[in-house]
């Protein structure tokens, strides 16, 4: 009696609170409760449920083996990290991949936590698994200004990975120009080699950063091949990238013809050589006068080897086309044309057809078709007219610098076209734009802006609630919506990730109170357990209020007005726990919701984005991942009456053999809510609980019975088929058209 009593009163207190308010007593429940905490820097919480638990502060949790001091150095919580580090935690401690709290803090720019890590002696020299130390996280990310004070105690600034790859060849390969600078200044070895021969040079060109390959070719720079013979100038024109190879033929003038031979090499891509010639040609009349004469001069070339009896008639005559094509192509441009001017706009009639249970696939191409009506339909990324329609950005402040350029940007013209240029750098073009969109895609949940906070599962972002510590917080969630709305529509992935309930926010569908599993699993856990209970005689004494912590302050919030002096009871407790999820999950963070639509709209119209649920607007914005059917099977657990020998389940995995790689990731999402297989397998996928595996219970079977899924358990549950035909029908029923709240189909 006394322990149920002891348990109400725990209860009582975490539904007060709206969270956890006693650890568990083991360190794998515990950490989970303890973890939104430390994300959120709410170091009272955090030392108030420590103060009376034997919690190792060290205790490494989830699939990567992190501990709370990593969760605390990722998100720049530096209170709570000082407060782990006051309780005994190890700087030094390395995840399953080597990675420590001071790499994660170097990685995301978090000054405070490197200063607070240095200070309790964390080893600047570790490397994580594959030979990254923290120097190599702060060239990726370009955080030269950490960098200035962290290079003071590195041991040696040219210090390997496990491909050989020093932080200068990272810092050139992602374009951070003061980065790049500042390792050269403290002694970098500008010609080293990794271990297939490719130099920092050949690292700025492998993505047309060219920028950074003009520092390098200022400073001596040596122009040399790996070891397969593949040059700086190669990667440049595969990539597409024109102005990095403008700048290779300023320091090497002979390029330029070799440049002009590769028109003949069938292994490279016609395209991005006509985009390279076509950058050169924009350059000067001279120019493009020279690039004419020489592909004639080749034309003219190849045209001679068809008279020749020896020749092989077929292999010349295509490279004759070839060139001939690519030819037309510059003359046509020219010099000065800002298009081909061929106009390939389509301005037919559009029929409004029902779209609910059409295809993924097929909604894709209706939503772009009906996006775009009325637009030219020509590259989508292109270069303006005017000159006063460029995108100018400085590289150092791109945030802020990138949201005062987009908010007063035509909106119309932005629709039509983008082109970013990097103030300083005369580099324009998709390769530009590609970077300008993943910088920024990074940026947005960069914790020194505090407009996102990770969710419990340590890969997707949730809104933050106290985001107003940041006074420009709305204009920049609105310009967060606008760079995603923007993507969207030019067809740019993000690298980013949002937790299931702000998709649906973007879509106009309401949360429930799964949703709040995402960012406190254990919360979710115990209104769970008030709607499976009767709580008549428990005397909970709940009213629709709850406790809030902001910062270390308390505050009483009503769920609804006079929310106070109402008691939660057996008839309205299904009220009580919607409303507390609505708080936890939309009111909480109305306000940069709204900003973030308002923002988003502007270039993507509702009507349109509401073709599709939360987990296919996940695929539009961030792209197909691969998986690996052979893990998923192996690492996939049976109940309910089905074993692997079941006819049922091989039928099922012919099925998942045999369709395509979008159905594969529906049915991923349909089952576990995300697209993504984590670091190490199908064997890491986690559940509302910890490590859940994939799992397939038996259903009893209808006519027309459709599957059905618990994400919070990773749950498929599967009719039992009598073929495999109608397995296959159903499946593709319920991924394609996702069930919308139905069984039968």
Not at 99 to 125: I, W
Not at 198 to 221: E, K, N, W
Not at 252 to 264: A, G
């Amino acid at each position: 009696m006394e322990r149920a009593m002891e348990q109400l009163n725990r209860l009582t207190r975490s539904l007060r609170r709206a969270r956890t308010v006693e650890l568990p007593e083991d360190n794998e429940t515990a950490v989970y409760t303890l973890m939104p905490m430390v994300m959120a820097d709410q170091h009272r919480s955090v030392s108030e449920l420590l103060s009376n638990s034997k919690f190792d502060v060290n205790y490494a949790f989830g699939r990567v083996k992190r501990s709370l001091l990593h969760i605390a150095a990722n998100c720049g919580s530096v209170e709570c990290l000082v407060l782990l580090l006051k309780k005994g935690a190890n700087p030094n401690y390395q995840d399953i991949s080597g990675c420590t709290p001071l790499h994660l803090a170097a990685r995301n720019g978090q000054k405070k936590c490197m200063s607070k890590l240095l200070e309790y002696s964390a080893d600047v020299n570790i490397c994580n698994n594959e030979g990254l130390t923290a120097i190599h996280w702060l060239a990726v990310n370009g955080r030269t200004e950490l960098l200035h004070d962290l290079v003071q105690h590195v041991s040696d600034v040219d210090v390997e990975d496990a491909m050989g790859q020093t932080a200068l060849h990272v810092a050139c390969q992602n374009g951070h120009k003061t980065t790049v600078q500042c390792l050269l200044d403290s002694g970098a070895d500008i010609n080293r080699p990794n271990v297939s021969g490719a130099t920092p040079l050949y690292f700025a060109c492998s993505h047309g950063q060219r920028d950074t390959a003009q520092i390098l070719l200022l400073r001596g720079a040596k122009y040399l091949p790996d070891k397969n013979g593949v040059t700086p100038l190669d990667l440049c024109v595969q990539g597409g990238y024109g102005e990095t190879c403008e700048v290779l033929i300023q320091y090497h003038p002979r390029l330029f013809q070799t440049i002009i031979q590769m028109t003949q090499n069938e292994d490279l891509r016609e395209n991005m050589l006509r985009q390279v010639l076509e950058h050169l040609s924009q350059q000067s009349e001279s120019q493009y006068l020279k690039i004419l004469t020489s592909l004639a001069e080749v034309a003219t070339t190849n045209g001679h080897k068809l008279l020749s009896l020896s020749s092989n008639y077929d292999a010349q005559m295509k490279s004759l086309l070839r060139i001939v094509r690519i030819f037309c192509h510059v003359f046509r441009i020219g010099p000065s044309s800002p298009s081909n001017g061929i106009d390939m706009g389509y301005n037919g009639n559009k029929t409004p057809r029902s779209q609910v249970f059409k295809p993924f696939k097929d909604r894709c191409e209706w939503f772009y078709e009906h996006l775009h009506s009325g637009q030219p339909d020509s590259d989508m990324v292109h270069r303006p007219v005017n000159e006063n329609d460029i995108l100018l950005v400085h590289r150092d402040s791109i945030f802020r610098s990138s949201c005062e350029v987009v908010s007063k940007a035509n909106c119309a013209k932005l629709k039509q076209g983008i082109a970013v240029r990097f103030h300083g750098e005369e580099g324009m073009g998709q390769g530009v734009v590609r970077e300008w969109f993943d910088i920024l895609s990074n940026e947005i949940v960069n914790p020194d802006y505090a407009l996102f906070t990770q969710s419990a599962d340590g890969t997707t972002f949730q809104p933050n609630s106290n985001s107003y510590v940041n006074p420009d917080h709305l204009n920049y969630f609105r310009f967060a919506g606008q760079i995603l709305g923007l993507a969207l529509n030019h067809r740019q992935l993000v690298n980013i990730y949002f937790t299931r309930s702000f998709y649906k926010h973007i879509l106009g569908i309401p949360v429930n109170y799964q949703d709040v599993a995402s960012i406190d699993p254990e919360y979710a856990k115990n209104l769970q357990w008030i709607l499976d209970n009767d709580i008549s005689d428990l005397g909970l004494e709940l009213t629709f209020s709850v406790e809030t912590d902001v910062f270390g302050a308390m505050e009483e919030v009503p769920l609804k007005p006079g929310g106070g002096s109402i008691l939660v009871t057996q008839n309205n407790k299904a009220e009580y726990v919607q409303l507390v999820t609505e708080l936890r999950m939309t009111r909480a963070i109305q306000p940069q919701i709204n900003a973030f639509l308002q923002g988003f709209h502007m270039f993507i119209p509702p009507s349109l984005i509401q073709l599709f649920d939360e987990y296919e607007l996940e695929l539009l914005l961030s792209g197909m991942p691969e998986i690996d059917v052979s893990d998923w099977i192996k690492n996939t657990e049976y109940t309910s009456g089905y074993e692997r020998e079941d006819p049922v389940i091989q039928w099922f995995w012919e099925v998942v053999e045999d369709i395509t790689q979008e159905e594969r990731v529906l049915l991923l999402q349909f089952v576990t809510g995300s697209s993504r297989v984590p670091h190490g397998g199908f064997a890491n996928i986690m559940g509302g609980s910890g490590l859940q595996n994939f799992t397939i219970a038996a259903v009893p079977y209808t006519p027309n019975l459709l599957p059905t899924s618990s994400t919070c358990i990773n749950m498929l549950k599967l009719p039992e088929y009598p073929s495999k035909e109608i397995l296959k029908d159903r499946l593709l029923v319920a991924l394609h058209c996702g069930s919308y709240g139905y069984t039968m189909a």
